[in-house]
């Protein structure tokens, strides 16, 4: 959060920033460099949309700086660059990285086949190449496995890491030699190492111990390893597809596809979720009907936003959303509708709205 709509950069010593235009959000871009070609920082502040903070700047940390200690310590060059504080996260990546075996090389197949599945998942995805040098024998091999839909907060990829930089090639040439670095420091073949990921969409509205997480717990590698456990125990449960499913009883063996380090979980909760008054399955709902709101057939016709409109506010009040609303949208509900300008005619618009909050 700056403290102003207009910052004042400073360049620290050692480092070089360049400015250039912004996205389809944010009108201006910083790229902070170091003296030797490093890229440290992404910069992007000043947004388009009055329905976002004018002083919200996102902050993007170089790949290489999160496996070098700085995650904590990277606030402390956004400070000397511009006065700003720390507000919150917005997306955050926690992974594992091992050396596959064949019996997980074996599972996986299993998962792709259908002999195994992922508890809870009715949606995902499958990346996979031809496996055999000869052309006449043709077989598959998977490399990336997603579980879950495109559109879930917390998503859940299995992937042929080694592959992915470069490092099953007749030459290898990592695209990110920070991370071959570190499997070769623990002593691993850097030829057949996965990574089980999970990516948290929306940081910022989820609460640890009923508080919003922090770049000094990213930072700390205690926490991830707790928070990784967790995520594992409840985001990746595989089981043998035995048919032994009934209703929410479920008797399908489970298999331990990967051995963690024995640690407490640490398990992460939505903001509001725990209001007698809301549910996950009602913001669900309400996302789904915001993320059409600047549908063009709504947008031409005050007719139909007004029936829109009533539908997206029943579900506000039945569930008791009026804070959830004002917190991710950025106004309460009122204000929220009576700047909508629907109908035909000549209008000033933004890009699509559901770009600024999905």
Not at 142 to 167: D, N, T
């Amino acid at each position: 959060m700056l403290s102003s709509e207009e910052p004042e950069l400073y360049c620290p010593e050692g480092f070089r920033i360049e400015l250039m235009a912004g996205n389809n959000v944010f009108r201006h871009r910083a790229i902070v460099w170091d003296v030797l070609g490093n890229k440290w920082l992404t910069l992007l502040w000043s947004p388009f949309s009055p329905r976002i903070n004018s002083r919200i700047m996102t902050i993007q940390l170089a790949n290489q700086w999160l496996y070098s200690g700085m995650i904590a310590r990277s606030i402390d060059l956004v400070q000397t660059i511009t006065e700003c504080e720390f507000n919150s996260l917005g997306r955050v990546d926690v992974c594992v990285d091992w050396e596959i075996s064949d019996s997980q090389l074996e599972c996986l197949h299993n998962l792709c086949s259908g002999a195994m599945y992922v508890q809870g998942k009715r949606e995902g995805s499958v990346w996979w190449h031809n496996a055999n040098s000869s052309k006449n024998n043709f077989k598959t091999q998977a490399h990336c496995l997603s579980f879950g839909s495109p559109s879930s907060e917390i998503k859940v990829k299995c992937y042929f890491k080694s592959r992915e930089q470069g490092m099953i090639a007749a030459i290898p040439d990592p695209g990110k030699p920070w991370i071959v670095d570190r499997w070769r420091n623990a002593g691993m073949d850097d030829k057949k190492v996965w990574r089980l990921e999970f990516s948290l969409q929306s940081s910022g509205q989820l609460r640890y111990q009923q508080k919003p997480m922090t770049l000094d717990q990213l930072g700390d590698e205690y926490f991830i390893a707790r928070l990784l456990n967790g995520l594992y125990a409840k985001r990746f449960v595989v089981r043998r597809n035995e048919g032994k499913r009934a209703g929410r009883k479920n008797d399908d063996r489970v298999v331990e596809f990967l051995s963690l380090p024995d640690v407490p979980t640490a398990n992460l909760k939505w903001q509001g979720v725990t209001n007698p008054f809301s549910s996950p399955a009602s913001i669900a709902l309400l996302r789904r009907l915001m993320c059409e709101i600047d549908n063009p057939a709504l947008m031409s016709s005050r007719e139909m936003m007004s029936q829109y409109e009533g539908i997206i506010r029943t579900c506000v009040e039945h569930n008791g959303l009026r804070s959830y609303f004002e917190n991710h949208y950025g106004a309460d509900i009122d204000s929220f509708f009576a700047n909508r300008d629907c109908g035909e005619g000549i209008h000033e618009v933004n890009v699509d709205y559901k770009k600024f909050f999905d």
